[in-house]
């Protein structure tokens, strides 16, 4: 149930039963495909959703960073987010347990919609728990959540986020364990909640590697994706993990091409609005728990999260919704401890940029939190044009290599007010 010292199960008694019970399905139905679950699974994301989404050369950018970008479009995936992998599979899973009742979290409104999504096309009720602030700021998706159908239920204690969101669907959970199953909306909470939820997302990343293969025939150099609690994360990074050979192991000098088997893999969380915490007034003004979280227990799970000294949780920020969140799945602690998985961030100032970066340059409308993993491209990329004197020998500080595969894990219809708003006050 652990990721090296991240994971376990720390929740209250009364949730055990609950806990063992859903451990047992997702044993036998996702790991060992009893009655055929994992072929109707794929079947569904197939013909519901759309799989497999398309793996996109980015000309432009690829022009602009002098490197072959490839865009792994989830955004294309019915919903317009990642977020429909997992919540198919769970709602599934659920019919398979034999509930009657779905209740899902939800920050940026894409989890809730993907599971409202669900439930209507599985026939089952849904009802979502959704923070009031965020209510306010991804209105058109509380709308397609009670188009299909799915309660919506505001959460108005404390900053009305996701941490809250969380808070309030696992105490529904624990009141209707029998009837009611909790379609966690990353890869966080107690095991097996984790590694369930990275295997359901997983085939963004299965997908990805035959892609690129075909298409520029070998593997990437890097992949980057956006972290909020790291389902997409995990979703794009799970089938590379294994190409562990440590850059710098094999690095010839200069910047020719690598061997086959290094892929470095980079998390980009929200800086926010700055990364200097207040203690005091018991906010972060960023959601960066990989980078600069402490170890603690959140939402059933030993991770890393923002605390202050006495291990209050503090507020995140973010001007995304789906990255506002004081936690970080385990298992991306875990691969960050290790040194696996590089943790960056990009502030919002940045990812703004880029929103409308990749609109006017590819004619794409990125998801806000998709937005932080297109604009570390121009971070880093941008530093090494910066340090370097021809493009062709770019400085070591370029991490990210001539083959890059970025996640685009949703698209931006949600967010157009928000953007419409901050453009207007900056
Ligand atoms: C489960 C709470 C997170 C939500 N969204 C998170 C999100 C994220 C961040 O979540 P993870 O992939 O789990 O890190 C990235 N991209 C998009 C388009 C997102 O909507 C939500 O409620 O929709």
Redesign the pocket.
């Known amino acids: 149930t652990k990721f090296g010292e991240y994971g376990g199960q720390y929740v209250p008694e009364v949730l055990m039963p609950a806990i063992e019970e859903l451990q047992s399905a997702y044993e036998r139905y996702v790991l060992e495909n009893e009655d055929g679950f994992m072929d109707e699974f794929r079947r569904h994301l197939r013909d519901f959703g759309g799989r497999p989404t398309p793996l996109q050369r980015a000309d432009a950018l690829s022009e602009r960073y002098d490197r072959e970008v490839y865009l792994k479009r989830?955004?294309l995936l019915h919903g317009?987010?990642?977020?429909l992998n997992n919540a198919l599979g769970q709602v599934l899973l659920a019919k398979y347990m034999g509930k009657e009742r779905i209740v899902?979290?939800?920050?940026?409104?894409?989890?809730?919609?993907?599971t409202a999504m669900a439930a209507s096309y599985l026939d089952i009720d849904c009802e979502v728990f959704?923070g009031r602030t965020?209510i306010n700021r991804?209105r058109p998706?509380v709308f397609r959540m009670r188009t299909h159908d799915a309660e919506v239920n505001p959460v108005d204690v404390g900053s009305g986020t996701?941490k809250e969101?969380?808070n309030e669907t696992m105490r529904d959970w624990a009141t209707n364990v029998e009837d009611t199953h909790y379609v966690?909306?990353?890869?966080?909470g107690p095991h097996p909640f984790p590694k369930m939820?990275r295997d359901f997302?997983s085939v963004i990343s299965e997908e990805a590697r035959e892609q690129i293969r075909k298409k520029a025939g070998r593997l990437p150099d890097s992949v980057v994706?956006?972290?909020?609690?790291?389902?997409?994360?995990?979703?794009a990074f799970h089938n590379f993990v294994d190409d562990a050979e440590p850059r710098s192991a094999n690095r010839s000098s200069g910047h020719g091409p690598r061997d086959d088997e290094s892929v470095s893999l980079f998390a980009v969380e929200a800086g926010g609005s700055g990364l200097t915490i207040d203690e005091d007034e018991g906010v972060a003004p960023h959601s960066a728990s990989l980078s600069s979280g402490q170890d603690g227990v959140l939402h059933g799970a030993r991770t890393k999260l923002l605390q202050s000294g006495d291990g209050q949780i503090l507020e995140s920020h973010s001007v995304?919704?789906?990255?506002d969140?004081s936690g970080?799945?385990p298992e991306l602690a875990h691969l960050v401890e290790t040194g696996r998985v590089t943790p960056v961030n990009v502030g919002d100032d940045a990812a703004l940029e880029a929103f409308h970066r990749l609109s006017k340059l590819e004619g794409i409308i990125?998801?806000?939190?998709?937005s932080h993993a297109v604009a570390y491209l121009e971070r880093a990329a941008q530093r090494a044009a910066d340090g370097s004197s021809g493009h062709d020998q770019r400085d070591e500080a370029d991490e990210l290599g001539d083959l890059v595969i970025v996640n685009v894990?949703?698209?931006g219809d949600?967010d157009l007010d928000t953007v419409i708003e901050e453009s207007a006050k900056r």
């Open positions: 989830e955004d317009g987010a990642h977020k899902a979290e939800t920050g940026a409104g894409q989890h809730g919609t993907a959704m965020d991804q998706n996701l969101a969380i966690i909306g990353s890869v966080v939820v997302q994706a956006c972290a909020g609690g790291g389902s997409n994360t995990m979703g995304s919704a789906g990255l969140y970080v799945g990125p998801a806000l939190e998709s894990s949703g698209r949600k």
